[in-house]
């Protein structure tokens, strides 16, 4: 397992919304940033993208403003969040752990590896642990395929990865020893591979 430190890293959308104070700052402040937007659906993701480099996701308050600007309705807008996987509408974890779903990671037993990194993390694909500490979000393949199977962390490529090193990568993570009391160091099992997503 190596890792090998690349550019800014892919988003991922987050399921959940959240609310909170300031809306009425927040939204007078997203009428800042796309006001000089046309009010078409060509620079709707521009929208998307400038709320969240500034507030790090597009909260659910900004919705109406959207609505308004592009003269559409609140459920076309939150078609459009789905379709736009790299933009979030939940903040982002405090750790976000990306994980690579193209066919060379997948073929190597990627899915093993999500579901490890799942489990000890304590969330599932692109959501959060309740504590908000971990985040995993599903990124596409950038063609760093010599490293599969990979996730990414801070812009930084970490593969190819066993299922032992994912579990002892997030256990890490958490500030947990990398060998949980009462298991053996090398025979650590791994499932068997699966093909499915
Ligand atoms: S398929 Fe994962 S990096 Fe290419």
């Not at 700052?25 to 709320?51: K, Y």
């Not at 969040?81 to 990306?98: G, H, K, M, N």
Request: glycine share 10%; hydrophobic share 35%.
């Amino acid at each position: 397992m190596t890792r090998i430190t690349a550019g800014p890293g892919h988003s991922s959308r987050v399921t959940g919304v959240e609310t909170g104070a300031g809306d009425g700052e927040m939204i007078a402040g997203v009428q800042e940033l796309i006001a000089d937007l046309s009010p078409d659906n060509a620079a709707l993701l521009t929208a998307f993208h400038r709320i969240q480099h500034q507030y790090g996701y597009v909260p659910r308050e900004t919705i109406p403003v959207l609505a308004a600007k592009f003269r559409t309705t609140p459920a076309m807008l939150y078609g459009a969040l789905d379709f736009y996987s790299e933009i979030r509408t939940s903040p982002p974890a405090e750790t976000t752990v990306q994980w690579c779903s193209g066919p060379a990671c997948l073929l190597k037993g990627s899915v093993n590896i999500r579901r490890a990194l799942e489990s000890i993390l304590g969330c599932e694909m692109d959501g959060n642990s309740e504590d908000g500490r971990f985040g995993l979000r599903l990124i596409q393949c950038d063609g760093t395929c010599h490293l599969a199977p990979l996730v990414r962390l801070d812009g930084t490529y970490v593969g190819p990865l066993t299922v032992s090193d994912a579990v002892k990568f997030a256990r890490e993570l958490k500030g947990e020893p990398a060998v949980a009391e009462g298991e053996a160091t090398s025979t650590a099992e791994e499932p068997e591979e699966e093909g499915e997503a």
